[in-house]
């Protein structure tokens, strides 16, 4: 595949399960077949070229034609998970990437993967990840193009789905436990 991709990314490091989002939970509990076991988890997926340039005309295509609104603006919610129509906030956004790169274009649940970040300004924020054999990437409505994870400047990444149970959650980054020296143990 070399060359499909004009930039590479670093693979997250996946820490331990943690809570899912309380609008993610809800989600699930309406929409039971996008949220089940993957049954068959696969490794990170190779990109054709053509699958690329599909994954980046997905991202700008919803980017573009979704309103962006708030889930107050349109539920009189402060939270709710859904696939939009004609408007939606992050998380629907991502949500309909996912579902269009997973129903349209073949792509395993395990390799599109919801994906919670802290922006600079601490408030809370949905993207979607593209585990792919060039590295993770993110698919975002408020960056017009696909970038590499690593690469997604003003962003702490805080968990994304598991690449195994699309209910479940892991956290992003987050470091092992320090070794305990001993007294006479170099470090």
Known sequence: MAGALEMQAQPMEIGDPVMSPIG????????????????????????????????????DRINSEIIPKTDLELFGKDELWTFPEIAGDCEDYALLKRRIL???????????????????????????????????????????AVRPWDAAKGYKFIKRQSSENAAAWVSIGVPGPAPVLSAGSKP
């Open 24 to 59: 993610h939970f809800e989600f699930c509990k309406k929409w039971r077949d996008e949220c089940a076991r993957i049954a068959e988890p696969s490794g990170p997926e190779a990109l054709s070229e053509a699958a690329w340039a599909a994954v980046r005309q997905i991202n």
């Open 102 to 144: 997973i129903e349209e274009q073949g792509f395993s649940p395990s390799n599109v993967l919801l994906t919670v970040v802290k922006r600079r300004n601490g408030e809370g924020h949905a993207i979607l990840t593209l585990r792919t054999t060039e590295g993770d990437f993110v698919l975002d409505n408020l960056h017009p």
